[in-house]
């Protein structure tokens, strides 16, 4: 570092100046080397450089843990023990480094305290939730100010004691915006968003973090409505208010109403523009739509509006190319990642999976592996789905087993589901019974549905009649399950059985949901891409196709599809390309051949099914 200017060496002030400007602008390095070059200079700091100084290595802990050493040093021998500023801060730096039992024994040993002093250490209780010291050490305070009221109010928040903190709340002489937005995001934090609204309404000053944060409650509970109401009624909002309601309707799969706000968001007239957390919630809705084109085009967006392309855009892209079936891209934005970490490999894992690289999302899990980074939950879904996908059954059970041993990752009941649906496809039925029987928590219908679709791929009446009724149970609505069980007694030649059933979905006014695919195209544009779906007569484009369906079919290039039966109603030639299209994770071109003779050439980027 170049040495400081004539100015900054004449007077120990310049110097205290320059060190307290540093940590106030957030340059803690910076600052420690100032501190460091007037130390070396022989001029002495005063407490102000030595309380900066201190708050500088608070921030940098545990790293400046030495250079905190060294600056205690000085304060002690400089003779600054007894000044106020100085020890205070060196206090609420032993407080972050020792713990709440060193931090009080420096305050007994303070010749002179402030109610700074004093929060420092009730801070420091908190900090490790021991609730109940700091509530005594609260009562003692000789002192209290409205930190000193919304430290203890928050502290009971966070540990999910509203009572005691709306007793807390209550009791303040003084309330200022952070007592009341500290107890609404209390409140919000624990489901309760009736009080939350309720304090909120009562507020009588708000400012922007009081809207942000029911905004952000309304999207955790999904009431996008009342979400975007108060959006709508804020009379100044800034960029985390509209990253907040952009991530409510992407979190809540309001995919389109998240890329319209977006889309206001970046006219002028909105008076912000888009940062990182924007794209990371605007990319999170496209990878739900399955629109890798996004991709490409938010690339140069960024570069555009000049936000810097992190790790944390790229693990959302790779996401987004990921669902839409560009692996290559993904593994290009993976490779470019300067820190790979969990949520990278778990976004690749998955990746791999859903698109039939199983050898990849294995060998991946390998590297995560060896960098030493733990998965977690998401990232055993994409790894068991990677075996079942690849037909290895030992393999497969042998890393569900090591869930919770091994990596201390807890099964969940998707984990499970996984399972059944991997050792019933391979045939062994029983095993799978056994591992429902097993569950540590009821299995959901998606455990019973996988159970049930091996008993329609094995012919297995009786497993199958289980599973059905567990599946009728649970999810009385849905058709599809009735569909399955009754295909399963007529392949068995159980038509009396067949026909009950299909009796039955009559009488209840149940269908089978249909199966569709979106295929996103260039120059066509049906909606967001042409979908293929068994009603036609709900989307005629496809009866103006039909005649030349089977030039569609020779000319298709796809990737791994599966097959299954589908309902009557739908023209023989249509079934025949539903068949081809259903499931297939990625297209790269076709020719269609129409009856005027004329050729058109649609470059497919990917179909997306549901």
């Not at 009649?465 to 609505?477: N, V």
Request: glycine share 8%; aromatic share 10%; with cysteine.
């Amino acid at each position: 570092m170049a040495a400081p200017s004539a100015a900054i060496r004449s007077s120990s002030s310049s110097w205290t100046l320059a060190i307290r400007s540093s940590t106030d602008a957030g340059r803690f390095r910076h600052a420690l080397s100032l501190y460091s070059l007037l130390h070396r200079s022989g001029a002495l700091p005063d407490p102000f450089a030595i309380s900066a100084a201190l708050k500088s290595c608070s921030r940098l802990l545990p790293s400046s843990a030495p250079s905190a050493a060294a600056i205690h040093s000085h304060l002690l021998k400089l003779g600054h023990a007894s000044h106020i500023y100085a020890t205070t801060s060196l206090l609420h730096l032993y407080s972050l480094l020792h713990g709440a039992a060193s931090a009080r024994k420096l305050l007994d040993e303070m010749p002179t305290k402030n109610v700074v002093s004093w929060n420092s250490v009730l801070c420091s209780y908190l900090r490790t939730g021991d609730l109940r010291s700091a509530r005594k050490f609260f009562n003692a305070m000789p002192d209290r100010d409205v930190v000193s009221w919304n430290s203890m109010l928050s502290g009971y928040a966070k540990s999910g004691d509203m009572s005691r903190a709306e007793e807390v709340f209550r009791s303040a002489p003084e309330r200022n915006s952070a007592s009341w937005n500290g107890m609404i995001s209390g409140y919000i934090e624990n489901g309760d968003m009736g009080m939350a609204r309720k304090l909120f309404d009562e507020m009588p000053v708000r400012n922007n973090v009081s809207w942000i944060s029911m905004i952000s409650g309304y999207t955790r509970s999904g009431d996008v409505g009342l979400a975007r109401k108060l959006f709508d009624g804020m009379e100044r909002r800034d960029v985390f208010s509209w990253n907040a309601m952009i991530a409510c309707y992407a979190q809540n799969g309001c995919t389109r109403d998240a890329i319209h706000l977006f889309n206001r968001m970046r006219k002028p007239d909105s008076g912000v523009w888009p940062d990182e957390m924007t794209f990371s919630s605007v990319i999170s809705a496209c990878s739900q739509l399955g629109d890798s084109r996004f991709g490409l085009w938010v690339e140069e967006y960024m570069g555009c509006v000049g936000v810097q392309f992190d790790d944390h855009l790229r693990t959302a892209l790779i996401d987004l190319y990921s669902k839409c079936g560009g692996m290559d891209k993904a593994f290009e934005l993976f490779d470019g990642l300067k820190e790979r970490d969990l949520v990278a490999y778990s976004a690749m894992i998955v990746g791999c999976a859903i698109n039939g690289r199983s050898a990849d999302a294995i060998s991946l899990f390998k590297g995560m592996s060896e960098a030493k980074i733990s998965p977690n939950e998401v990232t055993f879904l994409g790894l068991l789905t990677a075996y079942n996908h690849a037909g290895l059954v030992e393999e497969g059970y042998r890393c569900f087993a090591s869930m919770w041993p091994r990596h201390r990752v807890p099964p969940s009941v998707d984990h499970y589901a996984i399972m059944v649906d991997l050792f019933g496809r391979s045939g062994r039925l029983e095993e799978a019974y056994r591992l429902i029987r097993k569950m540590p928590m009821k299995p959901h219908a998606g455990v019973w549905g996988a159970l049930l679709l091996a008993c329609r791929l094995h012919g297995n009446v009786e497993l199958g009649e289980l599973a059905g009724r567990k599946c009728f149970e649970l999810e009385p609505g849905e058709g599809g399950y009735y569909v399955l069980l009754a295909n399963i007694y007529a392949e068995a030649g159980e038509w009396e059985q067949a026909k009950k059933l299909r009796k039955m979905m009559q009488e209840k006014g149940l269908a089978k949901t249909q199966g569709c695919s979106w295929v996103q195209a260039q120059a066509v544009d049906y909606g967001s891409g042409v979908r293929f779906d068994t009603q036609v007569s709900v989307y005629p484009k496809l009866q103006v196709l039909e005649p030349i369906l089977p030039g569609f079919q020779r000319n298709i290039l796809c990737g791994p599809a599966f097959c299954r039966g589908w309902s009557n109603g739908v023209s023989s030639t249509c079934q025949k390309l539903l068949k081809r299209v259903h499931h297939i994770h990625y297209i790269k071109k076709i020719g269609l051949a129409f009856n005027d003779h004329s050729y058109v050439i649609l470059h497919i980027h990917s179909i997306v099914a549901n």
